[in-house]
């Protein structure tokens, strides 16, 4: 039986090498178009695909290998007599190697000039059936979409003449994940363009980032995937500068730290344990912020997540330095920084693209059987219905702190609670089962600070002891969503007291 290996890439990287070598080994190349040319360019002896087939290339290269010729050669069972004679009657050569990968769709969606016309035009659709076909068909066809597999074929070619079947199906496994993951591409491309918000159907693909050695436990197997064309301003786009393996909880909390540090245009420092902040401080620059991070809670950020929306310098570099710390996430690190912090061999420097454009994505949750798909919660103060129902208004400090907490709360676990002034937190109340309990810890935190303080809850109180417990405290003004059907004792209580309190009209539950 003539060896033949079918050749059409779009991805050239060590094609040519590839196919002198198959070449070498006995096999006949076909390939078309642009993958022709560069083999011919190489020396390499190749036939047309239009002289197999008998068919001209038409419209555009639209078509050109969906034809009997080809795909009678990658389906027919070698082995078979009815297909042996099937593929006799009509001349039909057998292909027992394909190497395809396919036209550049992400690149091309990726350019920011990108058309439409451009973006279907780059849709694959012969590629993608020849490789269905031969991975369908891989006992008897050996299919190559990634060039890292090149050397694993030639070499049992060489050695034992064939390519074991164990590779086969590794190799076929691989073309259906890749196929897959292009038409999820293209699937969400399309659901996109057409305004679809909920399809019936999900398909969303992602890439290895990186194995992890354990999940949130020593037990638990895990992985870190990248969505392609994913938000840059994330930390599965970040660049990893010093130190150890980042870990699943290390992940966790770092998206964590850059979900709240997103939420500052003035300088700011978020410190995070388990996904819920324990320090947050502005200031004049970063050091100023980073130290009232830390003053926020001294006790609980050891071993905590720093995220910094500025570059660090060496002031800061050296604070940072006398804390033992998991990461820092910045901008970038000054030289003398960086110089300071590579000091501690475990610490994780991370650097993210903070200029990079802010893309709205679908965050999703899983579920035993299941998929939960929502937008991230982006509702700033500035789209709030705000109104004022107690008799006194904040004061201008008060109106500052009220702001801060306010962007804060939201990326705390409810029921949550925060007790801050206007540029740092004082107290956190993360997750409990009741609002009250939840304010009880963020001013038990606070201590004498609470005193002249102001109190952010993500949600509505329900009845008005909460606001008894911020007043009796030293609280003086509070900012909630509102809508309780016992609004009017929460006001009533707050009067009493003379402090001021705002409703927002949205909540921001985090569970």
């Known amino acids: 039986m003539k060896k033949r290996a079918l050749i059409s890439v779009s991805d050239k990287s060590g094609i040519a090498e590839f196919a002198q070598q198959l070449n070498e080994l006995g096999f006949e190349i076909l390939s078309t178009g642009g993958t022709k040319k560069a083999l011919e360019a190489a020396g390499i002896p190749v036939m047309g695909v239009s002289d197999v087939t008998g068919f001209p290339e038409i419209l555009e290269g639209r078509v050109k290998t969906l034809n009997p010729m080809i795909h009678g050669g990658l389906l027919a069972k070698f082995d078979d007599p009815s297909h042996k004679e099937q593929l006799d009657e009509h001349q039909i050569q057998p292909i027992q190697v394909v190497c395809v990968n396919l036209y550049p769709f992400q690149q091309t969606i990726a350019r920011p000039d990108v058309t439409v016309e451009d973006a279907i035009e780059n849709i694959d659709i012969g590629g993608p059936a020849m490789l269905r076909a031969s991975a369908k068909n891989h006992e008897y066809v050996t299919v190559v979409v990634d060039p ?25 496994a691989k073309v259906f994940r890749h196929t ?12 996109n363009l057409a305004e679809e918000e909920t399809p019936e159907k999900l398909t969303v693909t992602y890439e290895l980032k990186q194995s992890l050695r354990y999940g949130e436990n020593p037990h638990q197997k895990a992985a870190f995937y990248r969505k392609p064309l994913g938000s840059e301003f994330s930390i599965a786009n970040g660049t990893q500068l010093h130190g150890k393996e980042l870990s699943y909880n290390n992940i966790n909390d770092a998206d964590a730290a850059l979900q709240i540090v997103k939420e500052f245009s003035e300088p700011a420092a978020v410190a995070v344990k388990h996904m819920n902040p324990c320090g ?3 200031g004049v620059n970063i050091y100023d912020a980073f130290s009232k991070a830390f003053a926020a809670d001294p006790v609980s950020i050891f071993g905590g997540i720093i995220a910094l929306n500025r570059e660090v310098d060496t002031e800061t570099a050296k604070k940072l330095y006398e804390i033992f710390l998991e990461i820092i996430i910045a901008p970038s690190f000054s030289e003398e920084a960086l110089s300071i912090l590579t000091g501690k061999k475990n610490l994780r420097l991370l650097t993210i693209p903070f200029h990079a454009e802010k893309k709205t994505e679908k965050r999703f949750t899983a579920i035993e059987g299941g998929l939960l798909a929502q937008e991230y919660d982006l509702y700033s103060l500035e789209d709030a219905n705000i109104s004022v129902p107690t008799k006194r208004e904040p004061t201008e400090e008060e109106w500052k702190a009220l702001k801060l907490g306010w962007k804060v709360v939201k990326h ?15 107290g956190v109340g993360a997750g409990q089962m009741n609002r009250v309990g939840s304010a009880q810890i963020a001013i038990k935190q606070a201590g004498k600070q609470v005193d002249g303080a102001t109190m ?9 002891d909460t606001v008894e417990a911020a007043a009796k405290a030293g609280i003086t003004a509070i900012i909630q969503p509102g809508g309780s059907i016992k609004d009017a004792d929460s006001i009533k209580k707050a009067d009493e007291y003379g402090m001021a309190m705002v409703f927002t009209g949205v909540r921001h539950f985090k569970h």
């Open 180 to 191: 897959a993951a292009y038409d999820a591409m293209i699937a969400e491309y399309m659901t």
């Open 148 to 172: 890292t597999d090149y050397e694993t074929v030639l070499s049992q070619l060489k050695e034992e003449g064939i390519v074991e079947k164990a590779t086969k199906r590794k190799l076929a």
């Open 456 to 464: 952010a809850s993500d949600a509505f109180f329900p009845m008005d």
């Open 412 to 426: 705390v676990k409810s029921n949550a609670i925060i007790v801050n002034n206007a540029d740092m937190t004082l």
């Open 280 to 282: 947050v401080g502005t």
